[in-house]
């Protein structure tokens, strides 16, 4: 089990609350709320959220996907204290959909909008940061809108920057960046945390600023906690719920609207955050919204705004090493110590600083390396992610994710159009057999793929449509095929053959008379030698590749219960690993197969190749060895058991012809054992030559071949190295 360092979610902790300080305080503002509210807001997230939620790496406050909804819940019910009241009701809407279930639409979240969604809050991070990062704090933090309140928009901010920098707030601000980017590069463990030094270098050089009176960074370009003049003045922060206008409808529309929107934004976010965490927790989605909702009506109760989990805080925490949900604890408890006793401490901290560790932390969302690994995923994960990064950066979070999902949604429908059937090529017996699997759902959705695939076949070729895989089959799809087999293919003179389809299908399709690929008569006598070579070669590549042809082995059985027509006979090895069907990836009735204990010829042997040659018509004879064979290396070490030594009697002669490996010509030397193997091999096939004159003179007058291959056990590949032709002398 993985331990986890107390130290780390301390750190990390202390890093979250200094950054969420500005972000509650600015979310407030742009939703049209208290100030205080925020902060309220965030110390729930903190101390109870955190407690009753399982997840162990989010962070809960006020989120800025939240403020539009927010600041037109305000108006349209008149003052904020009502509003709180449909705050509470939305948090009971959400633990209506907690027992409901609604937390597994997080898994319907495409994966390619998901990391777009995270690479865009890393842009917009960066993007929004830099003005605060050189002290141009018109607008107010925790605004991610494209369109500020300040009537700029995100670009045009920047392009003012030369206006309105504050030169304490620039060079704390490229200083602090300039220290992380350096502690970051360097890759070493620290004892404190980057972030947290940052947090101590910005205090220290503001008040070396001041104590020069140069340039001292104050006003609005430090985080702004409201300060009450006292404790009794303090509850005067607090906006308590109206609860007189608990009768007004409005209350519930507003605050369904809410739960949906806050929920929505909750499962985004857990789903967002459990991809970061390195290693790969997994939050209970059903239990975030029980958590979240609870969270809200307590937020409500107080006076604060609705929250949400926040990928920012998240990630900032991940970053900041923390490791568990005594990070967010320890924000939560750091964020109500300081907010009641200390808010003039944090009165103290420079924006330009925390952006400086909000830049870095967009970095990271958003990262070269990001791109290139979505790139590498196709256009069918690059495409939504792009569009949903454009989408979030140019309007809003909650607007550019539904835009990306939409995006997302398309793109699945659209592979899923032509993935739902997978088409192959098989060459079997020098004949182009197209097979069209379908998948396990075949639908509507896929009848235009479909229709195409099957109207694009050419006159005379073959076609296999193979159900095997389906549970359902659309009757659109069933529609097509019985409209093409009954109409279309007649026409062209394909043939069809229909496999794998349920009995229900039976009404509507004619799976009677099946085509099954077997060796006819026809073939085996128009066939040349070296076009069976090639069908063993190419069926060896597939074994290889794991690309084997489908076969339906009952209907084989059946078809040549009536006689055989092998293409070629194979002398091999007896030996477990080297089944001969399996290494060339043929069917029944395709093969003669002879096995016997280093592939060595005698008189019963040579009888049964010559009725496969000259009774039944076989046109290749091949001699199989492979490497690491057992015969040889008893041959090597003259065992002597039983009747063995009658075989290896046979192969012994080989091992003195063998020249080239001059030390460690022992069974254990492997290269020494597979060079007798080949050299056995090239033995074997004179031996046919030499003591069969019927198969010499088939094959001197080229009716049959003779060929030698090398089966590699390791590797599955055969390598055909020797052949027996006309004026070629063994």
């Known amino acids: 089990m993985q331990k986890f360092s107390i130290k780390d979610d301390l750190i990390a902790g202390t890093v979250v609350f200094l950054v969420a300080v500005p972000l509650c305080l600015g979310i407030a503002l742009a939703s049209g709320a208290p100030l205080f509210a925020g902060l309220i807001g965030g110390i729930v997230g903190g101390l109870f959220v955190s407690l009753v939620s399982k997840s162990e790496t989010s962070i809960t406050g006020p989120a800025a996907g939240l403020s539009a909804v927010v ?98 707030s620039l060079m704390i601000g490229l ?62 922060f607090f906006h308590l719920p109206d609860f007189s206008q608990i009768q007004n409808p409005q209350i519930y529309s507003v605050a369904f609207v809410l739960a949906l929107v806050a929920s929505l934004e909750t499962l985004l976010n857990i789903e967002a955050i459990d991809k970061l965490d390195p290693h790969k927790r997994h939050t209970p989605p059903n239990r975030e919204l029980l958590a979240q909702g609870g969270g809200n009506i307590i937020s409500g109760m107080l006076g604060g705004l609705p929250i949400t989990a926040v990928i920012v805080r998240g990630s900032v925490a991940l970053h900041a090493g923390g490791k ?41 969302l958003a990262s070269l390396e990001v791109f290139k690994s979505m790139y590498k995923k196709g256009n069918n994960q690059f495409y939504p992610f792009l569009i949903t990064i454009i989408a979030i950066v140019f309007s809003d979070l909650l607007t550019g994710f539904i835009i990306g999902l939409v995006v997302g949604f398309f793109f699945i429908l659209r592979n899923n159009m032509k993935n739902a059937f997978q088409v192959i090529d098989e060459k079997r017996y020098n004949q182009i057999t197209t097979r069209i699997r379908l998948s396990q759902e075949a639908t509507f959705l896929n009848k235009p793929f479909l229709r195409n695939k099957l109207y694009e076949l050419p006159h005379g070729s073959s076609v296999i449509l193979d159900a095997h895989s389906a549970e359902y089959v659309d009757p659109d799809i069933i529609e097509i095929i019985k409209d093409f087999q009954e109409t279309v293919a007649p026409e062209k003179n394909i043939d069809v053959s229909l496999v794998g389809f349920k009995d229900t299908y039976h009404v509507s399709l004619s799976l009677e008379n099946q085509t099954v690929q077997v060796v006819t008569p026809e073939l085996l006598k128009s066939i040349r030698p070296e076009e069976v070579l090639q069908i063993l070669k190419d069926g060896n590549k597939r074994f290889v590749s794991g690309n084997r042809i489908e076969k339906d082995l009952l209907h084989q059985m059946n078809v040549t219960s009536e006689g055989q027509n092998p293409l070629a006979v194979v002398l091999s090895c007896m030996d477990s690993r080297t089944s001969v069907e399996l290494v060339f990836d043929m069917g029944l009735g395709d093969l003669f197969s002879i096995r016997v204990a280093g592939n060595v010829v005698n008189p019963d042997i040579l009888a049964s190749i010559e009725f496969a040659c000259k009774v039944v018509g076989t046109k290749l004879i091949l001699v199989l060895g492979h490497t690491s064979c057992g015969a040889i290396k008893g041959a090597c070490a003259d065992v002597k058991i039983g009747k063995l030594p009658i075989l290896l009697k046979k192969i012994k ?12 010509r022992t069974p254990s030397n492997d290269d020494f054992v597979n060079q007798i193997a080949l050299l056995n ?45 006309p004026g070629k002398k063994k």
């Not at 890393?122 to 300040?150: A, C, N, R, T, Y």
């Not at 009716?703 to 590699?712: I, K, N, R, S, T």
């Open 653 to 664: 002669p080989v091992i003195k012809l063998e020249k080239t490996i001059k030390v460690n």
């Open 175 to 236: 200083s602090s960046l300039l220290i992380l980017w350096f502690l970051f590069r360097s890759k070493k463990t620290y004892t404190i945390h980057p972030f947290f030094m940052i947090i101590v270098y910005s205090l220290f050089a503001n008040f070396l600023l001041e104590k020069l009176t140069f340039y001292p960074i104050a006003g609005t370009h430090l985080v702004n906690v409201p300060i009450s003049n006292g404790f009794s003045d303090f509850f005067k």
């Open 324 to 364: 568990t949900k005594l990070t967010s604890i320890v924000y939560g408890v750091l964020l109500a110590i300081t907010v009641i006793f200390f808010p003039k401490f944090l009165n103290m901290i420079p924006l330009s600083a925390l952006a400086a560790i909000l830049i870095v932390t967009g970095y990271k």
């Open 71 to 168: 600041f037109g819940g305000i108006v349209q019910l008149g003052s904020y204290e009502t509003f709180t009241l449909a705050v509470i009701f939305a948090g009971s809407f959400q633990i209506v959909f907690s027992l409901l279930r609604f937390g597994v639409l997080a898994t319907y979240f495409p994966s390619s909008v998901v990391h777009g969604f995270m690479a865009a809050i890393g842009i917009i991070l960066i993007l929004k940061q830099i003005p605060h990062l050189v002290g141009f704090d018109k607008d107010v933090e925790g605004d991610f809108s494209f369109f500020q309140m300040d009537n700029e928009n995100t670009f045009s901010e920047l392009l003012n920057l030369s206006n309105g920098y504050q030169v304490g």
């Open 681 to 725: 091999t090239k033995k074997s096939m004179q031996d046919i030559v030499d003591q069969s004159p019927l198969l010499k003179k088939m094959i001197l007058d080229g009716e049959v071949g003779l060929y030698g291959g090398m089966y590699d056990i390791s590797t599955g590949e055969v390598s055909f190295s020797e052949t027996y032709s």
